[in-house]
C-alpha cells in the first residue's frame, strides 16, 4: 500500500528565505508524485508532478522538487519566499496512471514580513 | 486546460436533510471521479470512486447509504449527503484523473457543508 508521510505539519520562514517542505513516499512500484497547493476553503492546484521522466522537476511559482529513489523523497523547494507561499502543500502520491491518490498530512507554510 | 466545476461552494443544511453536490468536467470526458473529504486543518481522504455507468467504490468506513454517489454521465458526477448531521460538516473537494500526455489530475474548488 501507499502511504505520504510529510514531515512538519507547520513551516515558518522569513521572506525571502529558503523554503523547504519535506515528503517521504512508501509504494510497491515506481510511483507518481505530486506536490499541491491549497489556499483556505479552495481546492487544490498543482505546483508540480514527477512521472519518471526527469528527477529535479521545476513547478510554478519557482517551486521545484527532486526525486531520490534511494531516499524516498520528494522534497520541495523555493529559494525564496514570497508572502503569497503562506498556504498549505500537500504532497502526494499514484501508483498507477489515473489511480487514486494518496496524500500526506499536509504542511502549513508561514511567511514572516 | 482542464476544469471541473463543482457547486455549490457553499452550503448550510438543517440536521435531517439532503444535501447534493455537483462535479462537472468541463472541458474533459471524465470517467473517473474520486470524492474527497476533508476535516479543518486536515489533509484529505478518499471517500469513494465513482466510474461512469457503474456503481462506485467506497473507502472502508465510508457509509454508502449515507453518502450516495452517481455518475451519470461522462461529465458530471454527484455527491448527496442524505440525513446530513453535524457531524458531516466538512470540506468536500472532487477531483478527476486525466491520463494520456497530460497525466495529472483536475480538482473542484471544493464545497464547504456545513450542517446545523
Known amino acids: 500500500a501507499q502511504s505520504v508521510t510529510q514531515l512538519g505539519s507547520h513551516v515558518s520562514v522569513s521572506e525571502g528565505a529558503l523554503v523547504l517542505l519535506r515528503c517521504n513516499y512508501s509504494s510497491s512500484v515506481p510511483p507518481y508524485l505530486f506536490w499541491y497547493v491549497q489556499y483556505p476553503n479552495q481546492g487544490l492546484q498543482l505546483l508540480l508532478k514527477y512521472t519518471s521522466a526527469a528527477t529535479l522537476v521545476k513547478g510554478i511559482n519557482g517551486f521545484e522538487a527532486e526525486f531520490k529513489k534511494s531516499e524516498t523523497s520528494f522534497h520541495l523547494t523555493k529559494p525564496s519566499a514570497h508572502m503569497s507561499d503562506a498556504a498549505e502543500y500537500f504532497c502526494a502520491v499514484s501508483e498507477t496512471a489515473g489511480n487514486k491518490l494518496t496524500f500526506g498530512g499536509g504542511t502549513r507554510v508561514l511567511v514572516k514580513p | 486546460g482542464a476544469v471541473v466545476s463543482q457547486h455549490p461552494s457553499r452550503v448550510i443544511c438543517k440536521s435531517g436533510t439532503s444535501v447534493k453536490i455537483e462535479c462537472r468536467s468541463l472541458?474533459?470526458?471524465?470517467?473517473?471521479m474520486f470524492w474527497y473529504r476533508q476535516f479543518p486543518k486536515q489533509s484529505l481522504m478518499l471517500m469513494a470512486t465513482s466510474n461512469e455507468g457503474s456503481k462506485a467504490t467506497y473507502e472502508q468506513g465510508v457509509e454508502k447509504d449515507k453518502f450516495l454517489i452517481n455518475h451519470a454521465s461522462l461529465t458530471l458526477s454527484t455527491l448527496t449527503v442524505t440525513s446530513a448531521h453535524p457531524e458531516d460538516s466538512s470540506f468536500y473537494i472532487c477531483?478527476?484523473?486525466?491520463?494520456?500526455?497530460?497525466?495529472?489530475?483536475?480538482f473542484g474548488s471544493g464545497t464547504r457543508l456545513t450542517v446545523v
Open positions: 477531483s478527476a484523473p486525466r491520463t494520456g500526455e497530460g497525466f495529472g489530475y483536475t
Open positions: 472541458d474533459f470526458q471524465a470517467t473517473t
